[in-house]
């Protein structure tokens, strides 16, 4: 038996197939679809999706492979691959009668009770540019594959190459597929019927003690596990794409319940404190390069009757990661109607200065963990430090997050910082509580 050769790049390959963490999982009903879909395109009994391992074939999806083998198994040894020929050459591969191909003809599958005859294998080419594995069609009688089908084979190995791009991803984030396509399902309920909330913590003035703005922060109020921070259900938000529906209507409750507060009659409002708050929002990475960001935004001021110039929103480097002129252009116009830019956790990423320079934004937020750096050593306060002076020397204002202590907000002041947020001023609360807070200061 001849065996196939390693693909040129072999150790990188198998680095990034082993970054997907889909070898050795379980059932995948997604997966199962798109090869159930190449068995009929194709016409054959039998369909895989086969990532190759260092040392075996490994089944991610199998659609008829108890008609073919006559058991169901989930991997072969790799020498026995006629996948590992299509990997190695990065081609699609045709093998009509597998007897008669030399390559192939005293293949234990081929000579043993499998008795595969004719095979049909496309790349799976992972987000890297190196093959995974490869979708094929099996059969057990001689056969010729049309161009057509064979072409329908390679579209649908792209299908599942984004596929498991998706499953990556899902894994990056602590997520398993079912539970995001469970979860997301039960969001999306969720957002349908009105169960997502926004708590507000203030943003205080260090010096007089008055209240600037509110930071919008979302919670779900779940049916069954009740009020669900962030944290809970925002990794499947990011995974499933609701983060964009989210995020809309995050952004409309937010800016009305801050032109309700600035509305109001001073009796009921603090004694009219609140009459010139201003709210922060986050937009994520996913909104940011939606094409109707701008309208999102627009939409949701002309909505509430929140002016402009007190809304502020709130972009962290993670979000600006890999965004390009479209995204410069929306922040531009979103600029020009009034709204301001956030840098939020400043100094936390390796791009902290190319972005001011690039966004050039209004405020830049202290990251929380400089914050509680502060007293800690001479180097930490050094650090702090020079990150406020660069922000207040660029003409930012500097707001500091995470403050739980009234020496932090000392030094934070005696460091040039006029505003920050934290749970030594409040925690972050729904809009009722906060209010009736701002009515007690009032």
């Known amino acids: 038996m001849t065996a196939a050769p390693h693909h040129p790049r072999e150790g990188d390959r198998l680095a990034s197939l082993r970054s997907y963490q889909v070898l050795d999982t379980g059932p995948d009903a997604a997966l199962d679809a798109l090869t159930g879909a190449a068995a009929r395109l194709l016409g054959a009994p039998a369909a895989l999706v086969a990532l190759l391992d260092e040392d075996r074939q490994w089944f991610a999806s199998a659609s008829g492979l108890e008609s073919v083998f006559g058991y169901q198994t989930r991997q072969t040894s790799r020498e026995a691959s006629f996948c590992a020929w299509a990997v190695a050459t990065e081609q699609a591969l045709v093998v009509p009668d597998a007897s008669a191909d030399s390559r192939f003809a005293d293949n234990a599958l081929v000579t043993g009770p499998e008795h595969v005859r004719a095979y049909a294998g496309a790349p799976i080419i992972g987000r890297d540019g190196l093959p995974l594995g490869a979708l094929c069609v099996v059969d057990r009688h001689a056969r010729q594959f049309a161009a057509a089908g064979v072409q329908a084979l390679g579209e649908l190995a792209t299908s599942v190459a984004e596929l498991l791009e998706l499953r990556r991803l899902d894994a990056a984030a602590g997520l398993a597929p079912r539970q995001v396509l469970a979860e997301s399902h039960e969001l999306r309920a969720g957002i349908d019927a009105g169960q997502l909330v926004v708590h507000y913590q203030p943003v205080v003035d260090l010096a007089s003690g008055d209240w600037r703005g509110v930071e919008a922060l979302v919670r779900w109020d779940h049916p069954r596990r009740g009020l669900l921070a962030p944290g809970a259900f925002l990794p499947v938000a990011e995974a499933s794409g609701l983060v964009v529906p989210l995020g809309r209507e995050v952004l409309t409750l937010a800016c009305t319940q801050v032109a309700l507060w600035r509305a109001a009659p001073p009796a009921t409002a603090g004694g009219g404190a ?50 390009g002129a479209q995204v410069d252009s929306a922040l531009a116009r979103v600029r020009e109607a009034g709204v301001r830019l956030a840098l939020d956790d ?64 000392r030094a934070l002041r005696d460091l040039g910082v006029r505003t920050a947020q934290g749970y030594l001023f409040s925690p972050p609360r729904a809009a009722d509580d906060l209010l009736a807070l701002l009515g007690a200061r009032g």
Do not use: M, W
């Not at 937020?365 to 702090?384: M, Q, Y």
């Open 274 to 323: 609140a009459a010139d708050l201003h709210v922060a929002v986050n937009l994520s990475g996913r909104q940011l390069s939606e094409p109707d960001v701008v309208d999102v935004v627009t939409d949701a001021l002309v909505v509430s009757g929140l002016p402009a110039q007190a809304l502020t929103l709130e972009l962290t480097e993670t979000s600006l990661a890999g965004t």
């Open 346 to 409: 400043f100094g936390t990423g390796y791009a902290s200065h190319a972005y001011l320079q690039r966004f050039q934004p209004d405020v830049v937020k202290i990251d929380r963990c400089f914050v509680a750096a502060l007293g800690r050593s001479g180097r930490d306060d050094l650090l702090t430090g020079s990150l406020i002076d660069l922000g207040l020397q660029l003409g930012c204002e500097v707001v500091a997050e995470g403050v739980e202590t009234a020496g932090q907000a």
